[in-house]
T-cell receptor, first 114, second 115 residues
Framework: GENVEQHPSTLSVQEGDSAVIKCTYS??????FPWYKQELGKRPQLIID?????GEKKDQRIAVTLNKTAKHFSLHITETQPEDSAVYFC?????????????FGRGTQLTVWP | NAGVMQNPRHLVRRRGQEARLRCSPM?????VYWYRQLPEEGLKFMVY????????ESGMPKERFSAEFPKEGPSILRIQQVVRGDSAAYFC?????????????FGPGTRLLVL
């Protein structure tokens, strides 16, 4: 099955700085890569996703880049705000018999200091 | 358009009891997924269902755990004879069921505590 590694596990930045979270995956059949934000005690919320036909996607202060050759994808948050503080998870789908499920990274606790 | 609904939001059971967790997918969605999240960990896949059909249950323990998604009504995740190690947050997600590798939208979760 797919193996998703996520780094760093914790990230602290000053308000206004940028934050970058990186993930690698193992299954070359994966072609959809979502990012979820989870606040304490809440549901994972999709914030951005990318499919393998593009290398980058941007939505206001959030962007995701994908390198299919190297099998890694990254989340970039610019001009961070305290309300960006949460746990962020990357994910990748399985292929073959595991098609349908998502494999999640272990998460990155982002703290934005005012 | 209501999102994915789960109930109960919190469930307390004593060891040996049964836990039933319910999930109603988003309107128009026919695929349901169940994930388990332990404290300070990522989500782990358990089972993937369509209406009246289990597509992939390889992430679910073979004993004590079962899942269904009937033609009418919510999807149910059932845990029999719960043990302390079953304490976790259980999240359900749904997708439209119109293609491969679809976006999954999550419910608010059920937090199960086994005493």
């Amino acid at each position: 099955g797919e193996n998703v590694e996520q780094h760093p596990s914790t990230l602290s930045v000053q308000e206004g700085d940028s934050a970058v979270i990186k993930c690698t995956y193992s299954d070359s059949a994966s072609n959809y890569f979502p990012w979820y934000k989870q606040e304490l005690g809440k549901r994972p919320q999709l914030i951005i996703d990318i499919r393998s036909n593009v290398g980058e996607k941007k939505d206001q202060r959030i962007a995701v880049t994908l390198n299919k050759t190297a099998k890694h994808f990254s989340l970039h948050i610019t001009e961070t705000q305290p309300e960006d503080s949460a746990v962020y998870f990357c994910a990748a789908p399985g292929g073959g018999s595991t098609l349908g499920r998502l494999y999640f990274g272990r998460g990155t606790q982002l703290t934005v200091w005012p | 358009n209501a999102g994915v609904m789960q109930n109960p939001r919190h469930l307390v059971r004593r060891r040996g009891q049964e836990a039933r967790l319910r999930c109603s997918p988003m309107k128009g969605h026919s695929h349901v997924y169940w994930y388990r999240q332990l404290p300070e960990e990522g989500l782990k896949f358990m089972v993937y269902l369509q209406k009246e059909n289990i597509i992939d249950e390889s992430g679910m323990p073979k004993e004590r755990f079962s899942a269904e998604f009937p033609k009418e009504g919510p999807s149910i995740l059932r845990i029999q004879q719960v043990v302390r190690g079953d304490s976790a947050a259980y999240f359900c997600a749904s997708s439209p069921g119109q293609g491969l590798q679809e976006t999954q939208y999550f419910g608010p979760g059920t937090r199960l505590l086994v005493l």
